[in-house]
């Protein structure tokens, strides 16, 4: 196989005497979904943080292309391509669509220290602004304040700023959070299309996506991986079965 | 271009017709209030930088206020007596041009800036709120206890200081001047707030956590805009200083760090005017009720209850809607 894009080695992360990560190791290889699932309190918001760099593992080395990437802050990290959405919407509530997604341009090329000249007259920020809105099927509602978008709407130009900083990895927490069945089926076939951008570890409970999205799952219970593998195996995994699927093995 | 645009002209131009007026009228006096809305509207632009684009509540703005006065009262009192400000480590003489101490006024308050927004900018909300004003009474205190430069009773000095071509003693002359860098000044913010940097400011202001996210740092950003805010509020203290022809530690008041914020809230936060038409309605306010009773900053303190309450956009945000309305009914 490849080597990955992404690979976490030994990582532990303790508040006071409660470990949410213990001993975590995984890989995000080149175009694979990932799966990352677990119950409430598995402690995947944790893991997810401490991969961009939101909190610092108390042991445990991250690489991100080859490049041990635990000293960078999440600025830094975002600037290599590790592009994050949230479980809770994320943008900028008074800007456009337009507006959110050329901030991610500007972020991601790293030249936030220009002084003068009209940013939406930038053509540099803005045309790939359009590209990117257009990937992520908002084309039209690029002039729309992002705080009156529908919830899907949303999610999709949290997408839009994803792909703006030319990502090498997804970290997608929980994208179909809050989205209707309608809403949740169009987002897995855009997710699904992601792949070809750049890998994805998808954290997310919706099980119809996870089944019909990840090509490899890991299973987080009490900070620790208890299983890694296809579809199929995590489905036959008796433990899995036992501890998170809810059934009696 | 659209109607943002258009009540920002509105209220520069009033302020000119005004001042322009009162000069035809021989109303000397009326100039000098007008040159003062002028000042300190600039004090507030400065401020609206940091405060309305930048999310930075800083209730210390009096300290770079204080600097830009003290820096020219230091050179212009030293022009007087010929004595050099600094022999070590290097001389340094006054002077009684005015191009020549606004960059120093405003090179002494970026450094000040500089100190303090690094230190201050590692805390948030209520917390940098405080720092702010604790460095900005810290200078107050200093300024009082430093005989060499009048102390508590401050530094007068007798000779307005010069501008090449212009009598700086004729109000309407003055006023133009003031009334000039007030303008570059709403230029600088209308421009920086609406380029690569602007778009980065005003979205660390509104989430932090998504800025990062997408590869930007919030605090250098903050900080740049926290210095040129500075720089801006310490030219208007140094244009007041050669107002007055005085200077003194009330410069550095939390009082006055409060009037400037008071100007920013009252005409609309992060509007490019809104600091310009509350210090204009400001001064107002104090001309005309301050001999009827000595307590009108009460009804000020009304109108601003009312504002913060039931109009967060200020004076100006106040005027769009009613236009708003106006075109749409």
Redesign the interface.
């Known amino acids: 196989m490849a080597d990955p894009i992404l690979s976490i080695r030994g990582l532990k992360k303790s508040f006071g005497a409660l470990t949410a990560t213990d001993d975590v190791s995984l890989d995000l290889f080149p175009g694979e979904i990932h799966a990352l699932i677990g119950p409430n309190g598995a402690g995947k918001s944790t893991l997810i943080k401490q991969i961009?760099g939101?909190i610092r593992p108390n042991e445990g080395t991250i690489r991100f292309e080859g490049q041990v990437i635990d000293r960078l802050?999440?600025?830094?990290r975002?600037?290599l391509g590790l592009a994050?959405s949230?479980q809770v919407s994320?943008?900028?509530?008074?800007?456009t669509v337009l507006?959110n997604v050329?901030?991610?341009v500007?972020?991601?090329d790293?030249?936030?220290?220009?002084?003068?000249?009209?940013?939406?007259s930038?053509r540099t920020?803005t045309e790939p602004a359009r590209f990117h809105i257009a990937h992520a099927g908002l084309s039209g509602r690029e002039g729309t304040r992002a705080s009156v978008l529908s919830h899907g709407e949303r999610r999709k130009l949290e997408i839009a700023?994803a792909l703006?900083?030319r990502p090498r990895a997804f970290l997608l927490d929980e994208p179909m959070a809050g989205m209707g069945l309608e809403g949740a089926k169009q987002l897995t076939a855009i997710l699904s299309d992601l792949r070809s951008e750049a890998p994805i570890l998808l954290v997310e409970h919706d099980m119809d996506a996870v089944f019909a999205l990840a090509d490899r799952i890991s299973v987080l219970v009490y900070g620790r991986i208890i299983a890694t593998g296809s579809v199929a195996e995590i489905r036959a995994n008796p433990e899995v079965r036992r501890s998170y699927l809810g059934e009696e093995a | 271009m659209n109607r943002d645009l258009i009540v920002n002209l509105v209220i520069f131009a009033l302020l000119v017709a005004v001042a322009l007026g009162a000069h035809v009228a021989g109303q000397g006096f009326t100039v000098t209030l007008a040159t003062k809305a002028a000042i300190l509207g600039l004090a507030g632009v400065g401020l609206n930088l940091a405060l309305g684009y930048g999310g930075l509540v800083s209730f210390g703005h009096a300290a770079f206020f204080g600097i830009g006065g003290y820096v020219t009262g230091i050179f212009a009192s030293h022009a007087a007596n010929g004595d050099p400000i600094l022999t070590l480590p290097f001389t340094l003489m006054g002077s009684n041009e005015m191009l020549g101490i606004w960059p120093m006024a405003m090179l002494a308050a970026a450094l000040a800036a500089l100190l303090i927004g690094a230190l201050s900018l590692r805390t948030s909300g209520v917390y940098f709120i405080m720092v702010t004003l604790a460095f900005a009474q810290m200078i107050y205190y200093f300024a009082i206890s430093w005989p060499r430069y009048g102390g508590e009773d401050g530094l007068s000095f007798y000779v307005r200081n010069s501008f090449p071509g212009l009598n700086t003693f004729d109000p309407i002359q003055y006023f133009a001047i003031c009334a000039g860098l007030l303008a570059l000044a709403l230029l600088f913010t209308a421009?920086?707030t609406?380029?690569?940097?602007?778009?980065?400011l005003?979205?660390t202001r509104?989430?932090e956590?998504?800025?990062?996210?997408?590869?930007?740092?919030a605090t250098?950003?903050r900080l740049?805009a926290f210095v040129l805010s500075a720089m801006i509020t310490a030219l208007a203290g140094a244009l007041y200083a050669d107002l007055n022809r005085f200077v003194s530690p009330s410069m550095f008041s939390w009082h006055m760090s409060g009037e400037i914020m008071v100007f920013v809230i009252l005409g609309g936060v992060g509007r490019l005017c809104g600091p310009v038409a509350g210090a204009a309605v400001f001064i107002l306010l104090e001309h005309l009720l301050g001999p009827v009773s000595d307590h009108w900053q009460a009804l000020l303190g009304l109108m601003l209850l009312a504002i913060v309450l039931f109009a967060p956009g200020g004076l100006i945000g106040l005027t769009l809607k009613a236009l708003r309305r106006t075109e749409h009914g």
């Open positions: 961009v939101e802050d999440a600025a830094a975002a600037r994050r949230f994320s943008v900028i509530p008074d800007f507006q050329m901030l991610a500007a972020g991601a790293g030249h936030v220290f220009r002084f003068h000249r009209p940013a939406l930038d920020l700023m703006a900083l | 421009v920086v609406q380029s690569r940097f602007g778009l980065a005003q979205a509104q989430n956590q998504r800025s990062t996210a997408v590869g930007i740092r250098p950003v740049t």
